[in-house]
Each structure stands twice: as structure tokens, then as C-alpha cells.
């Protein structure tokens, strides 16, 4: 079956730090790959996603590129900011399967 | 954008009775929506499946009985939990599939912390 392995956290970071939490998959077939972020109090929202390998997914200064070979899929940004402050969940589906699965999510906490 | 509202955002509740928890979605129609529910240090682990006017699809090891879900409008689901038990206790967090207006992308809700005593 399908699985996400990610960084347990919390990550705690100064502010302008460089970023990287760790995800790996298990799947059959081609998955999608995702990272979700959830902000205090708000649901989960897609920050980004690669649908085929070496595609790089980016959003809001966040990059992540699909790496087949070692099954890989980094979270990283080169400088967080407070506002990055969140927890961060690693996603993947099957094409034509409409289940996503999620890993344990990391928790990041960014200090001034 | 989509929003999906769910609530209440957290519950406490005496062990035995019931608790229900509603996803709305805004400004949008979801023909499917998603139960999701985490324990601590888990990840999220899909519960059920529901299509608006039929029933919920639960996935394996999830009691039908006992997490009654509703999906009687194309905005509005509902699940229930039955004679809660402390062993319920976990955050529920729902999720509806957009119409091809939205692309058809999943939206969540902001989650439900349920606490049993």
C-alpha cells in the first residue's frame, strides 16, 4: 500500500534560516505528490505539488522536486519567515485513486 | 478562494453520548467529501468517503455503526460519533472535492478536537 514517511518536529528555526523537512513515499504505480500547510486555525491548504518525476513544485518561495530514484520528496525554502510558522504535511495519490495519504506532519515554529 | 467550514473546532463530551461534527462547504458544491481523522504522532488516516445522496464508503477497520456519516446536500456533510469512548478522543478534519469550477481540487476543514471523559 501507499505510505509517507516524514520529519517528526517541531522544527524550531530563527527567522531568515534555510528550511528543509524530509519526506519519502511508498506507492503502486505513478503517485502526485503534495505538501499541505495548515496555519493556526485554518484547514489544510496546498502549498504545492509535482505530478511526474523531476518535476519541482513551488509556491510562496517553498520548492520541492520529485525524486523517483530515491523515492523523495524535500520541503525547503532558503530563508522562513515568522509567518511561516505552520504544520507542514507531506501528501500523495495515485492517479485516477481519489484517496490522499498523508504523513504525521512537522510541526514548524519560526522565532524573530 | 473555497472554504470549507467545519465545526465545532474542539469538543469535550462525557463517555456514552453522541457528537456531531458538520463540514460546510462555501461557495462551492462538493460532490465528495472526506473524513479524516489523527491521532497523536499519526498521520492523518482516512475514515470514510461520502457522496452527496448515497452512502459513506468506510474504509477498513473504521465501525459504520458507530461514525454515522451524512451527506444530504452537495454543501453540507455530517459525522457522528456514537456513544463516544475516551478511545474516540482524536482530531476529525473533513475534506470536500470541488467541482470542476474550483479544478476540482480537495479543500479542508479546520479540524474538530474531540476529547472523551
Known amino acids: 500500500g501507499n505510505s509517507v514517511t516524514q520529519m517528526e518536529g517541531p522544527v524550531t528555526l530563527s527567522e531568515e534560516a534555510f528550511l528543509t523537512i524530509n519526506c519519502t513515499y511508498t506507492?503502486?504505480?505513478?503517485?502526485?505528490l503534495f505538501w499541505y500547510v495548515q496555519y493556526p486555525g485554518e484547514g489544510l491548504q496546498l502549498l504545492l505539488k509535482?505530478?511526474?518525476?523531476?518535476d519541482k513544485g513551488s509556491n510562496k518561495g517553498f520548492e520541492a522536486t520529485y525524486r523517483k530514484e530515491t523515492t523523495s520528496f524535500h520541503l525547503e525554502k532558503g530563508s522562513v519567515q515568522v509567518s511561516d510558522s505552520a504544520v507542514y504535511f507531506c501528501a500523495l495519490n495515485t492517479r485516477g485513486y481519489q484517496k490522499v495519504t498523508f504523513g504525521i506532519g512537522t510541526k514548524l515554529q519560526v522565532i524573530p | 478562494g473555497a472554504v470549507v467550514s467545519q465545526h465545532p473546532s474542539w469538543v469535550i463530551c462525557k463517555s456514552g453520548t453522541s457528537v456531531k461534527i458538520e463540514c460546510r462547504s462555501l461557495?462551492?458544491?462538493?460532490?465528495?467529501m472526506f473524513w479524516y481523522r489523527q491521532f497523536p504522532k499519526q498521520s492523518l488516516m482516512l475514515m470514510a468517503t461520502?457522496?452527496?445522496?448515497?452512502?459513506?464508503?468506510?474504509e477498513q477497520g473504521v465501525e459504520k455503526d458507530k461514525f454515522l456519516i451524512n451527506h444530504a446536500s452537495l454543501t453540507l456533510s455530517t459525522l457522528t460519533v456514537t456513544s463516544a469512548h475516551p478511545e474516540d478522543s482524536s482530531f476529525y478534519i473533513c475534506?470536500?472535492?470541488?467541482?470542476?469550477?474550483?479544478?476540482?481540487?480537495?479543500?479542508f476543514g479546520s479540524g474538530t478536537q474531540l476529547s472523551v471523559l
Open positions: 475534506s470536500a472535492r470541488g467541482d470542476r469550477a474550483t479544478n476540482e481540487k480537495l479543500f
Open positions: 509535482a505530478t511526474k518525476a523531476d
Open positions: 506507492a503502486t504505480g505513478y503517485p502526485s
Open positions: 461520502s457522496n452527496e445522496g448515497s452512502k459513506a464508503t468506510y
Open positions: 461557495d462551492f458544491q462538493a460532490t465528495t
